[in-house]
């Protein structure tokens, strides 16, 4: 049986694992720009990062039955807080965001606390 963690937006100090913190990624993005972008661009930043040699090979972002759904790696929930790869994901996830929204989608991510711990917004207006 699987436990299930309530988790209120804002509860960024609980030490959510990067499993959890990948969701809320996913669904913020997806709140914004659809699921079909979502898939897009977060696909792009997981090929990205890959490449520059983090462990993201077991990233799985597919279309099943008209939606789009992932799959993301055991490791992500090992530990508290977002893992490497999940932050190496987020370095090359912003500036394909700046570049097809500008900073409108970099904002919205800003407002959540949870994203905040480990998105590298520094450039964020």
Known sequence: MTTLRIVHRGDA????????LFGVLWDALADLLGTSATAVVLRRAARRAASSGE????????RVDEEFGYVIPQSFNR?????????SLAVQLLPLLRESTGEVAVRHLARIPELRRFLPLTEAA
């Open 13 to 20: 100090d609980a030490g959510l694992s990067g499993t959890l």
């Open 55 to 62: 462990l993201l090979g077991t990233v799985a972002i597919e």
């Open 79 to 87: 530990a508290a807080g977002a893992p490497v790869a999940l932050r």
